[in-house]
């Protein structure tokens, strides 16, 4: 009996050719090297029609088949490199036809683990190997090879027809999956074997390896102009391998590493810490001409050690390549997950980073706050300089937090030139979430003058979006997560990255992983679902060794975990106060009558149902029970036009497209999009304005043509129409419409940070339209929803959440209650779906459980301790892929019902009426005039008031949901008198009883009182004193230090103005303060 019989009862074709295999192992080793690449290639088509996937259409090669695979995250890492070894030895034995005797029977073993991997997950799960046994030598006659090969022959013409009926009902089974990764930890490799992988890794990033033939005993020598990696290279080192170094790694005649290559299971770190180093010590005399220089007890820079597995955080000293440095003595060793290429290695050798971090502490910041170029803010510069001190801190990772709107695009251009102008990174990836923002950040550095009045890409090399490559000088590479997740994860051609090729990674948008409320566009089919983005888009990042920068608005729970807590934050509300951005009015909170009571369909009625997949209505069966949707329901799971025409009609009584300012209205999918669209273009042509004044925007334009949703973006920001725009998600984050100035919510959202991203699109300033703040209607209620929830909490659960997301998110619960509910909703979904299991599921799920049913599994979770609980529903998560029906399309309910406007009112909180908001305001003010110290002086000693006690005081109200927008929204309310007062009028107008006056009133009429006083007043002071005036319409507070403003100081500052005021500039400030807060 051979080693392959156990595949004969389902798959006899790769049976025989695992006989075969075995059977010409002695007498013909290269038509065994043959029949086992062919077993392997027939199982990987069988593999594609079990997860029901069609071979590829074009240059169906086998190759392109494990792509489809690897694409598709069906391939395990083991599963691919043993394919790899085996195609590789079934290329060469066909085309050289040398003698492969020692290849092929070391293979066997390797294949034989393939099968019993495959038998494991697309068989039987549970099946038990009995180990291999080498195969007895036997001889082979000439007719018995051309009887055989007739039979494959035939075997072929059937095959054929046996895939096309396993697709046909083939589909890809998330419990398959997770069997096929967890079986997958069983395949080794033997060092030999290690070794073929990590020559192709090696050469994919630009070294010449070939372990048979590159080696030293074969005289193979370090060569100018070659950058080589010497299999077998002789040290005086006793240990390991007779002290043969596995590779030495050499750029022209310079010995640059040393690679130590180890079976799978080894414990890589230690080798490194053992062999490693003892070889670097141990160059040979006649060796020592490739000696760059000594580095304490070493002479070469850079060490490696790597059992060919792919680095894994949870594995990390059996994974990934480990690495030390020995340049500097505190270097500690670390795993990567990729090999550097030559050209990195050698310009990390280049690099001087003590020196660079002297010249960046010792340049100050004055190019960056010019006002001629850059002009960053103090904020921004706060920024850069706290990045550069962690860095300068040896921190790998460093997370700002800045507001939406803050200028996070400038401030990394300052960030950047910086450090390319020290020398402290060689090579910075810029990297982005869509195209949008990528074109976006280039136009930045292509508009805003540095140095020499030259702009960033005048300056340095930089790479766009559209170039994939770089060269040797390229200082900056722009590019997408998608491409570098295809680029890193999905590589089908010979040329790769190295980890080394960047050395500073800055990320922009780096709170990306809300997929729960997002609809997957072109590129995020890339990603299975939320958990797959995140390990996806972290494996990017963990990729490179390099300083990750990352920058986001909305910092949550999975940025921290990857970047840190953040080195600076610079929140929305404070760039409110400090004025850079402005703040949105009270909420327009609309209701309807369907939406406060549902939509209810009664029991005996049918039901239009509306299929997405076939685009035809058809009508249910009578309903058995009323059926009744909510409004996170509403354009969902229930399609209703009256809803959404009452609601925009009633929106649209508000909104002017001929007005400056724009709107961005946010709908629930595309086909919402289409319909919203449609009816604000009916109901404005009945106003005699253009169709062109709405447009919808999303990935859907012409068949998601990037160029066209390009162009659709631009118009929208720079043309007068579109002045309404209908997105779903393209225009959620990182795209800059100054002039928006509505925000509409028909779409119930969960996540607060995407809710945060769609209200940071309107909240950046543009003086040109005279905006003063932004509103916000909303008719589905996420604004209360959400309003409250803290941007460091986890991502809201989601309803369909999976049962390995709700597993996952065990863990992060802080209470033994959270934990609890947790299993209740474990054991709820498990009820809620065990119905609409199969056979076979319960069969599968059975098995997995421990020999549980679902109704005896839930019952032992229920009388369980909640630790032992939650153990036990990790032990068993495979199980649980099994609790869930055949998954079908989502219907939509379709309502005529009518609809009616029943409330359109202001949200102010608690207070549900704008006299009950300021009568809170009042009470605030009444109860902390002695608790707070600005507010003191406000009341009492205004004059006193600095700018920075003014800032603390607006805060303070801030945070209690007192905004002067929503002050003067309130007052407008109650008393019909549109006053654009500040905060200081409201205050002072309760506590004292001045008279309610404008801010710009209020500074105007102090600068005539004081022009009235001073008849004698020459041209020039009058003229200070109208800069005076204009300057207090900014910022309010006038004292000494008010002068050091740009347009003061840029004419003189403090001591030029005082001299035009003969010396008593302190008596004008003085005066003015006084005829501001006295009536």
């Known amino acids: ?68 695979l690897k694409r598709n995250d069906l391939l395990p890492h083991e599963v691919d490199n043993t394919l790899y070894i085996l195609r590789k030895a079934r290329n060469h034995a066909a085309h050289n036809g040398a003698d492969e005797g020692e290849k092929a029977f070391n293979n066997l073993p390797l294949l034989y683990e393939l099968c019993v991997w495959y038998m494991q997950t697309y068989g039987d799960y549970a099946y038990n190997p009995v180990g291999y046994v080498p195969p007895v030598e036997i001889t082979v006659s000439l007719d018995e090879m051309e009887k055989e090969k007739w039979e494959l022959e035939e075997r072929n013409k059937t095959l054929l027809v046996e895939l096309q009926r396993i697709q046909k009902d083939g589909k890809s089974d998330n419990a398959r999956r997770a069997i096929a990764y967890k079986k997958a930890m069983n395949v080794k490799l033997s060092e030999a074997q290690t070794r073929e992988l990590i020559d192709e890794q090696l050469r994919k990033v630009g070294w010449d390896a070939d372990t048979d033939k590159i080696r030293y005993s074969k005289g193979v020598r370090p060569t100018k102009g070659r950058n080589l990696a010497i299999a077998e290279w002789p040290t005086d080192s006793k240990t390991g391998n007779s002290g043969y170094a596995d590779y030495a790694l050499f750029i022209g005649e310079k010995m640059v590493g040393i690679i130590e290559a180890k079976k799978k299971h080894t414990n890589i770190s230690s080798v490194l810490d053992g062999q490693c180093k003892e070889y670097a010590r141990r160059v040979k005399a006649e060796h020592q001409k490739y000696v760059l220089k000594q580095y304490g007890e070493y002479k070469v820079p850079f060490l490696f050690a790597t059992n060919g597995r792919d680095y894994i955080k949870q594995y990390e000293e059996m994974s990934g390549i480990w690495f030390l440095d020995t340049r500097q003595q505190f270097n500690t060793s670390k795993a990567l997950a990729g090999w550097p290429s030559p050209q990195g290695m050698e310009q990390d050798l280049e690099r001087d980073i003590a020196e660079a971090d002297k010249k960046l502490a010792a340049t100050g910041y004055e190019l960056l706050e010019d006002s001629n170029g850059l002009g960053l803010r103090y904020y921004q510069v706060e920024a850069v300089r706290a990045a550069e001190k962690a860095i300068a801190e040896h921190k790998n990772t460093v997370l700002l937090a800045m507001a939406t709107g803050t200028g996070k695009t400038r401030t990394v251009l300052g960030m950047i030139y910086r450090f390319l102008s020290a020398k402290r990174f060689k090579r910075i990836l810029y990297l982005v979430d869509r195209t949008a923002l990528g074109e976006q950040t280039m136009d930045t550095f292509k508009e805003v003058k540095l140095e020499d009045l030259k702009t960033l890409n005048q300056l340095y090399d930089i790479k766009d979006l559209d170039e994939k490559e770089f060269e040797r000088d390229t200082r900056v590479h722009i590019a997408t997560v998608q491409s570098l997740v295809k680029r890193i994860l999905y590589n089908e051609t010979d040329v790769g990255i190295g980890v080394s090729d960047y050395d500073c990674i800055i990320v922009d948008e780096a709170h990306r992983g809300y997929i729960l409320d997002k609809e997957m566009g072109e590129d995020e089919v890339l990603y299975r679902n939320q958990d797959d983005f995140r390990s996806k888009y972290r494996a990017v990042i963990d990729y490179f060794d390099a300083v990750k920068i990352a920058l986001t608005a909305t910092p949550a729970l999975h940025t921290t975990q990857i970047f840190g807590k953040p080195v600076y934050s610079y929140d929305y509300r404070t760039a409110v106060v400090d004025g850079y951005l402005v703040d949105h009015d009270a909420p327009h909170i609309i209701k309807t009558k369907l939406s406060e009571e549902g939509i209810v369909f009664e029991a005996g009625s049918t039901v239009p149902i509306y299929n997405p997949v076939t685009n035809a209505v058809i009508n249910s069966d009578e309903l058995e029970d009323d059926l009744k949707f909510e409004i996170e329901d509403f354009n969902r799971k229930v399609v209703t036009k009256s809803f959404n025409e009452t609601v925009l009609i009633e929106i649209a009584k508000d909104i002017d497209p001929n007005e400056k300012g724009k709107t961005l209205i946010f709908a629930v999918d595309d086909a919402h999009a289409d319909m919203v669209t449609k009816l604000l273009k009916d109901y404005y042509s009945e106003q005699g304005i253009s169709e062109e004044a709405v447009m919808k925007i999303t990935g859907s334009i012409e068949n998601g043509n990037p160029v066209k949703i390009r162009e659709a973006i631009r118009r929208f920001k720079n043309e007068t129409f579109p002045n309404i725009v209908v997105t779903v998600d393209l225009l959620t984050t990182g795209i800059d419409v100054e002039e928006i100035v509505n925000l509409v919510f028909l779409r119930r959202i969960r996540s607060r940070i995407l809710f945060e991203q769609m209200l940071g699109r309107a909240t950046r300033l543009c003086p040109g339209i005279g905006k003063t703040h932004f509103e916000i209607y909303d008719a589905v209620g996420v604004y209360h929803a959400l309003n409250l929830v803290s941007t460091m909490k986890p991502v809201v659960v989601n309803p369909k959440e999976s049962f390995e997301d709700l597993i996952d998110g065990i863990d992060k619960l802080e209470s033994d209650r959270a934990r609890e509910n947790q299993i209740d909703i474990i054991i709820a979904k498990i009820l809620r779906n065990k119905s609409k299991m199969t056979e076979e599921y319960r069969g599968q799920f059975q098995s997995l459980s421990g020999g549980e049913s679902p109704e005896s599994f839930i019952d032992t979770l229920r009388n369980m301790p909640t630790e032992q609980a939650v153990e036990t529903v990790k032990k068993c998560r495979d ?201």
């Open 879 to 1079: 199980a649980f892929a099994y609790v869930r029906g055949i998954p079908q399309e989502m219907p939509k309910f379709i309502s005529d019902a009518k609809d009616e406007i029943t409330s359109h009112e202001r949200g102010y909180g608690d207070a549900t009426r704008p006299e009950d908001y300021l009568r809170e305001f009042h009470a605030f003010i009444d109860s902390n005039i002695n608790e707070i110290a600005a507010l003191n002086i406000v009341m009492t000693r205004p004059k006193e008031l600095t700018r920075q006690s003014l800032r603390e005081l607006k805060l303070i109200l801030d945070r209690n949901f007192f905004s002067e927008t929503m002050l003067q929204t309130a007052w407008r309310q109650m008393t019909n008198e549109d006053i654009a007062a500040d905060i200081i009028s409201f205050i002072r107008q309760k506590s004292i009883g001045d008279a309610l006056v404008s801010k710009e009133e209020r500074i105007h009429s102090a600068i005539v009182k004081t022009k009235e006083a001073h008849p004698e007043l020459s041209k020039v002071q009058i003229n200070w004193l109208e800069r005076i005036e204009a300057y207090l319409l900014k910022e309010v507070v006038l004292n000494k230090e008010s002068f050091e403003a740009p347009q003061f100081k840029i004419k003189g500052g403090y001591a030029a103005v005082d001299k035009a005021f003969g010396n008593k500039l302190d008596a004008i400030i003085d005066e003015i303060n006084s005829h501001m807060y006295t009536a």
């Open 1 to 68: 009996m051979g080693n392959f019989t156990f595949l004969e009862d389902r798959w006899s074709d790769l049976a025989r050719l695992g006989e075969l295999s075995e059977k010409y192992v002695y007498s013909d080793p290269n038509t065994s090297i043959i029949k086992q690449g062919m077993l392997a290639e027939v199982m990987v088509k069988y593999m594609l029609a079990y997860d029901g996937m069609k071979e590829p259409d074009y240059d169906n090669t086998h190759s392109n088949r494990i792509h489809l």
